[in-house]
């Protein structure tokens, strides 16, 4: 995968795991920062609740008794988060989690009942008198207990969502990670069964000269040297600038051009607002190589063979061409490419996923192939030398 792509952890999962960044250090902060959330949502909520049962007449006590409540639940929820971060039980163990919790919401909701009946009395609802445990836990509010369980385990629900939610984006962040290394180390195992797919052809090439011309043959040696450096150089890079892959392919046509003399013709045209487009590396030379031996190497008059780079809307169109003998009859790029062609294939579809690249081959109608080459448009850098192209 791209480094592009990499670095786009901007996609919708790190977007909503940064959200919940922000939210989690929000909610663990200073102490005086976690009090004003609180209070500011449990009298948001306890307004809430107080708009239904407001009378003209007599709207206070119904709304402090309102705010108590909720205020209340501020108080003692910090305590239930403390208690549920101190059970020693996995998020995994949940049954033994909610057994703890059983007794925990019959603990903390007695509690919450004292502290509630504290509230109401300092806002003036009750008198202080009802701070009597015999008071607090009457019958009559026998109610109020069921009542508080319920809201208990609705906090406790809500804090176990918050928790399942976070591992969730978590665990989909990993898996992300995991997909992109397993993405690259793909791409570099195609790229590497290139190079010696390539070194093996030229190295078969020369030596099908040594012997009739060996000054050729030392000139020869030193382009496949001057391949070899470019090659390492480009190693672990999975794209490069255009203007260095040509640089890399004039090397490789010098190398043909000594072999077959004039019967190898090459014409290339690359547009000079595509020069530092982003290309994968070492990926035109394998579809060249792959004209001369299939399509021209056949043929006693030789051919031509065409490389052609340009701008079309917002994408990089690349196109080989040859006049050769063309395709087989029932050739298809999915069951007959040799190793060049369906390595590059591979290649262009892993560097870009998501279905903005496209690799076709056809006949031409005037005899011979055309491969062509669709990617996304863009520049790696405008540092690469300019007689890189020729």
């Not at 960044?21 to 500011?40: K, M, P, V, Y």
């Not at 056809?362 to 405008?382: A, K, S």
Request: glycine share 8%; aromatic share 10%.
């Amino acid at each position: 995968m791209r480094e592009s792509d990499a670095n786009r952890d901007g996609n919708s999962i790190a977007i909503k795991r940064s959200g919940l960044t922000g939210f989690s250090a929000l909610l663990t902060g200073t102490c005086l920062g976690r009090g004003l959330l609180t209070a500011l949502s449990c009298t948001l909520i306890g307004w809430i609740f107080f708009l239904p049962m407001q009378s003209a007449s007599n709207w206070r006590q119904p709304l402090f008794q309102s705010l108590a409540q909720w205020w209340s639940w501020g108080l003692v929820a910090p305590l239930i988060l403390a208690f549920d971060r101190r059970l020693p039980f996995s998020g995994k163990q949940l049954a033994r989690r909610a057994v703890a919790h059983l007794a925990g919401s019959l603990l903390f909701t007695a509690l919450y009942l004292y502290v509630f009946t504290a509230v109401r009395a300092a806002l003036g609802v009750v008198p202080w008198s009802a701070l009597q445990l015999s008071r607090v836990f009457a019958k009559g509010m026998m109610g109020w207990f069921l009542w508080s369980c319920l809201i208990y385990w609705m906090l406790v629900g809500a804090l176990q969502a918050y928790r399942y939610y976070e591992r969730y984006l978590g665990s989909e962040l990993r898996l992300e990670r995991m997909e992109r290394s397993f993405s690259e180390a793909r791409l570099n195992a195609l790229r590497m069964q290139l190079d010696p797919h390539f070194l093996f052809n030229a190295l078969n090439t020369i030596s099908s000269q040594v012997e009739r011309d060996p000054k050729l043959t030392r000139r020869m040696i030193e382009h496949l040297g001057d391949l070899l450096r470019i090659s390492l150089e480009s190693k672990d890079r999975q794209e490069v600038g255009l203007a260095e892959e040509m640089d890399f392919l004039d090397h490789y046509l010098e190398i043909q051009k000594i072999r077959f003399g004039s019967q190898l013709k090459v014409d290339i045209q690359v547009a000079p607002e595509v020069r530092y487009a982003s290309v994968p590396s070492l990926f035109i030379q394998p579809l060249v190589e792959n004209a001369i031996r299939h399509g021209i190497s056949n043929r006693a008059s030789g051919g031509t063979v065409s490389v052609i780079a340009a701008s079309f809307g917002n994408q990089l169109l690349i196109r080989v061409l040859d006049d050769g003998i063309g395709l087989p009859p029932g050739w298809t790029l999915e069951t007959s490419a040799g190793l060049g062609l369906s390595i590059t294939s591979q290649r262009i579809a892993g560097l870009h996923p998501d279905g903005n690249s496209s690799f076709a081959v056809r006949r031409r109608l005037e005899g011979g192939t055309e491969v062509e080459i669709l990617l996304p448009l863009r520049m790696i850098g405008g540092d690469t030398d300019d007689s890189a192209i020729a």
